[in-house]
Every structure is written in structure tokens, then in C-alpha cells.
């Protein structure tokens, strides 16, 4: 019980004062696997409805209606919340952070030393939108006709496989996160 209790308190104190936390599970009060209207109720306001690109309610991305946390997205499917998406909007990032404290703008190397066992790929659009990544393979930056710097997925998977956290990184640094149930969490453009 008391190692319990030291636990808790720190990770509380890991994560920053009024932050959203995220964690396997969800992000705040929105738990994957909620239908549409148990997430409504955990919000206390409305999704927006199925939108274009999105073809059929069978799977789409939708957002808060109320326009609060822009940089927010959840994927429904089959009426159901199977990913939630951390990223900045509009140049401003959600106050969204892991249970250790991770959260957009921190160092990579600091999800590997919290979490110990990672899988780091290119990100899908860096590797030429294959399915296998070459995780040796680093961009010369000689060859490079821009300051662009590639993006890097780095994987936690829960501890019984079914969901991961996702952490997208670009110049050393966190850029977007995402947990949610796998293999949609892994999905580069989830219901497209």
C-alpha cells in the first residue's frame, strides 16, 4: 500500500500542474473503447459529426464541438474511440502530457528513459510510405536541399499488446502523440 502510494505521488508530481493526462488508457477523461456518448458525457459537450474526407460513420475523426482543445482528435469506429491524437493546432499544443510527464516539445531521449523499451522508426512519410522502416538508415545531411529534418515514430506498447502510445518526434523533439488500441494507433491517416 505504501509502495502504491509513493508511486502515485510520483508520478502526479512527474506530470505537469493542470495537465491532461495520457496515458494507455485514454486521454483525460475519455477512455478508449467509450462509445460516442460516454465520451460526450466525460467532456460535458458534443463530438462534431462525421465530416468529410470521411466516406461512412464506420470510421472517422472528429473533434470537440465546442472548439476547446483544438489539438485533440479522436478516431471513432464502429461508434467507438479507438486513437486519441495530441498535436498542435494553430500553433498552439493542448496541455496533454503522459504519466511521466512527456509531453509536446519534450526531448526525445527522454521517452527511452522513461519508458526503457521503445520501438523507433522513420515515420511513415519519411520512409517513402512503406510498411518497413530502415531504422539504421539516417538522412545525410549533405544530400538534404532544406533544413528538413525526417520525423520518427517511437512505439511503448502496453504491457499486454493491445494498445501504444505513440510518440512523434522531429529534430529531437516531441512534435505529436497519440494512444489508442492497436494496429488503428499505428495508422499514419486512420479511416482513410
Given at each position: 500500500?505504501?509502495?502504491?502510494?509513493l508511486?502515485?505521488?510520483?508520478l502526479?508530481l512527474?506530470?505537469?500542474?493542470?495537465?491532461?493526462i495520457?496515458?494507455?488508457?485514454?486521454?483525460?477523461?475519455?477512455?478508449?473503447?467509450?462509445?460516442?456518448?460516454?465520451?460526450?458525457?466525460?467532456?460535458?459537450?458534443?463530438?462534431?459529426?462525421?465530416?468529410?474526407?470521411?466516406e461512412?460513420?464506420?470510421?472517422?475523426?472528429?473533434?470537440r464541438?465546442?472548439?476547446?482543445?483544438?489539438?485533440?482528435?479522436?478516431?471513432?469506429?464502429?461508434?467507438?474511440?479507438?486513437v486519441?491524437?495530441?498535436y498542435?493546432?494553430?500553433?498552439?499544443a493542448?496541455?496533454?502530457?503522459?504519466t511521466h510527464?512527456l509531453?509536446?516539445g519534450a526531448?526525445?531521449?527522454?521517452?527511452?528513459?522513461?519508458y526503457g523499451q521503445?520501438?523507433?522508426?522513420?515515420?511513415f512519410?519519411?520512409?517513402g510510405?512503406n510498411?518497413v522502416?530502415?531504422?539504421?538508415?539516417?538522412?545525410d545531411?549533405?544530400?538534404?536541399?532544406?533544413?528538413?529534418?525526417?520525423?520518427y515514430?517511437?512505439?511503448?506498447?502496453?504491457?499486454?499488446?493491445?494498445?501504444?502510445i505513440?510518440?512523434?518526434?522531429?529534430?529531437?523533439?516531441v512534435?505529436?502523440?497519440?494512444?489508442?488500441l492497436?494496429?488503428?494507433?499505428?495508422?499514419?491517416?486512420?479511416?482513410?
Amino acid at each position: 500500500m505504501r509502495r502504491a502510494l509513493l508511486m502515485t505521488s510520483a508520478l502526479l508530481l512527474a506530470t505537469p500542474a493542470s495537465a491532461e493526462i495520457l496515458s494507455w488508457d485514454g486521454v483525460g477523461p475519455v477512455r478508449l473503447g467509450m462509445n460516442v456518448k460516454a465520451a460526450e458525457q466525460a467532456l460535458k459537450t458534443k463530438l462534431l459529426p462525421r465530416q468529410l474526407p470521411f466516406e461512412d460513420d464506420q470510421c472517422y475523426v472528429t473533434w470537440r464541438a465546442d472548439g476547446q482543445d483544438p489539438g485533440l482528435g479522436y478516431v471513432i469506429e464502429h461508434g467507438k474511440v479507438t486513437v486519441i491524437q495530441v498535436y498542435s493546432s494553430d500553433g498552439k499544443a493542448p496541455h496533454v502530457a503522459d504519466t511521466h510527464g512527456l509531453e509536446i516539445g519534450a526531448a526525445e531521449g527522454a521517452i527511452e528513459g522513461a519508458y526503457g523499451q521503445v520501438t523507433k522508426s522513420l515515420g511513415f512519410y519519411d520512409r517513402g510510405g512503406n510498411d518497413v522502416a530502415d531504422t539504421n538508415a539516417e538522412h545525410d545531411p549533405k544530400d538534404a536541399k532544406s533544413d528538413y529534418s525526417p520525423e520518427y515514430q517511437l512505439e511503448v506498447e502496453s504491457p499486454d499488446h493491445k494498445r501504444s502510445i505513440l510518440f512523434t518526434a522531429q529534430a529531437g523533439k516531441v512534435i505529436r502523440l497519440s494512444t489508442g488500441l492497436r494496429p488503428t494507433v499505428l495508422e499514419p491517416e486512420p479511416c482513410q
